[in-house]
C-alpha cells in the first residue's frame, strides 16, 4: 500500500463530471489505495486556471498528486501540461487526445467553446422510457405488463433483481423482474411469456443472509421469524427457487460478486443468444452499438 495522502485534482471549463467518472474508474483499479478526488469546474478563463495550478502546488507541496483535465481550449491545456512538467505532477489530457483525433479524420478545426451543450441522442427518451417502466414493474407489481417486456429477471428476494432492472433499462432495454417466494405461485402471466426473454438470478446463501441480515436491522429487526434471514431456510428458499427456474427453464446468473455491469452484460448475451435459436430478436435500443469479436 502505497503511504501518504494520494490525490486526484480534476481541472474542467465545464462540471467536470466526465473526467471525474474516468477518475472513479480508474481508482477502482487500485484497491489498495485510497484517493481522494478534488474538482476544479469551470475553468474557462485564465485568471482561474491560474488559481487552480496555484492551488495544485500548495497541495503538491503536502501530498502525492496526479492531474486529470477536460479543457476544450488549446492554450489552457498548454498551461496545464506546462504547470504539470514544472511541478513534477503525472497528468493526463482527457479532451485534448479526443480532439485531434476528430481533427485529423475530419479535416475541421475544433470550435473550443466550453461548456457547449452536447445534446440529447438518439437512445435518450427510449432509456427514460425503460427505465420508468422497470420502476413501474418492479416486484412484479404489474403481471399483464409482463408481455410487454424485453427482459425478465426472476429470482429469489434481495438477489438483484432491482437493480439490475434500472440498470438495462438505463441500458433501453425494458426489463420486469418477478420475485419467487416460497409457498407462493408466481403470476400465471409469466408461464405465457416468451421463455427466451427469462433469466434466472442466483445468490449465494451466506451472502444472500449478510444482505437480508442488514435489511431486517434496518426494519427494527422484522423479518426473523419467517426465516427471511435464517441460513437454513435461505438455503431451502433458494432450492424452491432454483425448481421454479428449472421449471421456466432459465438461464441462471449468479450474482455473487459480479458487478452490475458484467451481470447485466451477461444477461443481454443470453436473451440474445437463445433469441436467435428460436428464430426471434431481442429488440435494440436506440443508439445501441454491438461490439462483435
Request: hydrophobic share 40%; with cysteine; aromatic share 6%.
Given at each position: 500500500m502505497t503511504?501518504?495522502?494520494?490525490?486526484?485534482?480534476?481541472?474542467?471549463?465545464?462540471?467536470?463530471?466526465?473526467?471525474?467518472?474516468?477518475?472513479?474508474?480508474?481508482?477502482?483499479?487500485?484497491?489498495?489505495?485510497?484517493?481522494?478526488?478534488?474538482?476544479?469546474?469551470?475553468?474557462?478563463?485564465?485568471?482561474?486556471?491560474?488559481?487552480?495550478?496555484?492551488?495544485?502546488?500548495?497541495?503538491?507541496e503536502q501530498c502525492r498528486i496526479a492531474v486529470f483535465f477536460t479543457l476544450v481550449n488549446a492554450e489552457l491545456r498548454s498551461?496545464?501540461?506546462?504547470?504539470?512538467?514544472?511541478?513534477?505532477?503525472?497528468?493526463?489530457?482527457?479532451?485534448?487526445?479526443?480532439?485531434?483525433?476528430?481533427?485529423?479524420?475530419?479535416?475541421?478545426?475544433?470550435?473550443?467553446?466550453p461548456m457547449r451543450p452536447v445534446g440529447v441522442e438518439a437512445d435518450y427518451f427510449v432509456?427514460?422510457?425503460?427505465?420508468?417502466?422497470a420502476i413501474r414493474n418492479d416486484d412484479g407489481a404489474m403481471p399483464t405488463a409482463l408481455r410487454e417486456c424485453d427482459i425478465c429477471l426472476i429470482g429469489a428476494s434481495r438477489s438483484g433483481k432491482t437493480p439490475l432492472s434500472i440498470y438495462l433499462g438505463y441500458?433501453?432495454?425494458?426489463?420486469?423482474?418477478?420475485?419467487?417466494?416460497?409457498?407462493?405461485?408466481?403470476?400465471?402471466?409469466?408461464?405465457?411469456?416468451?421463455?427466451?426473454?427469462?433469466?434466472?438470478?442466483?445468490?449465494?446463501?451466506?451472502?444472500?443472509?449478510?444482505?437480508?441480515?442488514?435489511?431486517?436491522?434496518?426494519?427494527?429487526?422484522?423479518g426473523t421469524r419467517d426465516g427471511y434471514a435464517d441460513l437454513v431456510k435461505i438455503y431451502d428458499e433458494l432450492d424452491e427457487v432454483g425448481a421454479i427456474q428449472r421449471r421456466l427453464g432459465a438461464p441462471i446468473v449468479d450474482t455473487t460478486g459480479l458487478a452490475l455491469e458484467e451481470a447485466a452484460a451477461r444477461i443481454i448475451d443470453l436473451v440474445d443468444e437463445r433469441a436467435k435459436k428460436v428464430g426471434a430478436r431481442l429488440r435494440r435500443p436506440a443508439g445501441h452499438l454491438r461490439i462483435t469479436p
Amino acid at each position: 500500500m502505497t503511504d501518504g495522502q494520494l490525490e486526484i485534482h480534476v481541472l474542467a471549463d465545464s462540471t467536470g463530471e466526465t473526467a471525474v467518472r474516468l477518475a472513479r474508474a480508474a481508482r477502482a483499479q487500485f484497491p489498495g489505495a485510497q484517493f481522494e478526488i478534488i474538482r476544479h469546474p469551470r475553468l474557462g478563463r485564465t485568471d482561474a486556471m491560474v488559481r487552480a495550478l496555484n492551488t495544485l502546488k500548495e497541495r503538491a507541496e503536502q501530498c502525492r498528486i496526479a492531474v486529470f483535465f477536460t479543457l476544450v481550449n488549446a492554450e489552457l491545456r498548454s498551461l496545464v501540461v506546462n504547470a504539470c512538467r514544472d511541478l513534477g505532477l503525472p497528468y493526463t489530457d482527457l479532451m485534448g487526445d479526443a480532439l485531434d483525433a476528430l481533427e485529423k479524420i475530419s479535416g475541421h478545426t475544433a470550435d473550443e467553446v466550453p461548456m457547449r451543450p452536447v445534446g440529447v441522442e438518439a437512445d435518450y427518451f427510449v432509456r427514460i422510457s425503460a427505465m420508468e417502466f422497470a420502476i413501474r414493474n418492479d416486484d412484479g407489481a404489474m403481471p399483464t405488463a409482463l408481455r410487454e417486456c424485453d427482459i425478465c429477471l426472476i429470482g429469489a428476494s434481495r438477489s438483484g433483481k432491482t437493480p439490475l432492472s434500472i440498470y438495462l433499462g438505463y441500458l433501453g432495454y425494458k426489463t420486469v423482474n418477478v420475485p419467487l417466494v416460497p409457498g407462493i405461485q408466481p403470476p400465471e402471466e409469466l408461464f405465457g411469456l416468451d421463455r427466451w426473454r427469462i433469466v434466472g438470478l442466483t445468490i449465494d446463501a451466506e451472502r444472500l443472509l449478510q444482505i437480508r441480515s442488514r435489511r431486517v436491522q434496518g426494519m427494527g429487526g422484522f423479518g426473523t421469524r419467517d426465516g427471511y434471514a435464517d441460513l437454513v431456510k435461505i438455503y431451502d428458499e433458494l432450492d424452491e427457487v432454483g425448481a421454479i427456474q428449472r421449471r421456466l427453464g432459465a438461464p441462471i446468473v449468479d450474482t455473487t460478486g459480479l458487478a452490475l455491469e458484467e451481470a447485466a452484460a451477461r444477461i443481454i448475451d443470453l436473451v440474445d443468444e437463445r433469441a436467435k435459436k428460436v428464430g426471434a430478436r431481442l429488440r435494440r435500443p436506440a443508439g445501441h452499438l454491438r461490439i462483435t469479436p
